[in-house]
């Protein structure tokens, strides 16, 4: 993404994930320190697979832009383990962690499933892919836009948030949170 961002030319995936990591840890640390002890850790989408990486990044529009994944899978991973870390280091709190990447996969390879049509493209964008430029004001957005995937650019659509919000409330798959889910989460 050195496109956009500066870090991508300073920092190697790994090492930027490491850094992002090092500030979380401590913005979570300062949450503990100020009494919350419910966490709940939201893993990156596949950003690969936005609109916006598929129109700028992607031969054919379609196939997700796989080192931006490579990117995104290396920080879901050190999340996860800081799970691990606070949770071991923390007997009073619990941190879970929500596996967006993998249910956002999970709908992405089985659209119809979900009642998506649309998953290479905005329903409101300029652009190849409707991707090139987020939506504009007073742009009129697509008829039917319970079958995008994509609201914009860049965001899940409001059909895709809602799978994605219920499916880290209750996980329906061993791999959609970690070590539980945000249902379960609540009830301690």
């Known amino acids: 993404m050195p496109l956009y961002y500066s870090t991508g030319r300073q920092y190697s995936p790994e090492e930027y ?50 080192r931006i994944n490579a990117a995104n899978r290396i920080f879901n991973n050190k999340l996860r383990g800081l799970v691990d870390q606070f949770n071991t280091a923390n007997s009073d709190a619990k941190f879970i962690y929500i596996n967006a990447y993998g249910i956002f996969q999970d709908i992405t390879s089985n659209p119809a499933a979900y009642g998506f049509k649309v998953t290479n493209a905005g329903c409101c964008g300029v652009g190849r892919n409707n991707g090139q430029i987020t939506c504009l004001p007073f742009q009129t957005p697509c008829q039917n836009r319970d079958e995008y995937l994509f609201w914009d650019a860049f965001h899940p659509s409001e059909a895709a948030n809602v799978i994605i919000g219920r499916r880290s409330y209750s996980a329906q798959s061993p791999t959609d949170a970690y070590p539980i889910d945000i249902h379960r989460l609540a009830q301690l």
Not at 48 to 64: H, I, K, M, V, Y
Request: glycine share 12%; net charge negative.
């Open 17 to 66: 994930a490491n850094s992002l990591i090092q500030e979380y840890t401590e913005q979570l640390q300062a949450l503990y320190n100020y009494g919350a002890r419910k966490f709940v850790l939201i893993g990156l989408g596949q950003i690969g697979c936005s609109p916006n990486e598929l129109a700028q990044n992607s031969g054919d529009g379609r196939t997700c832009v796989e």
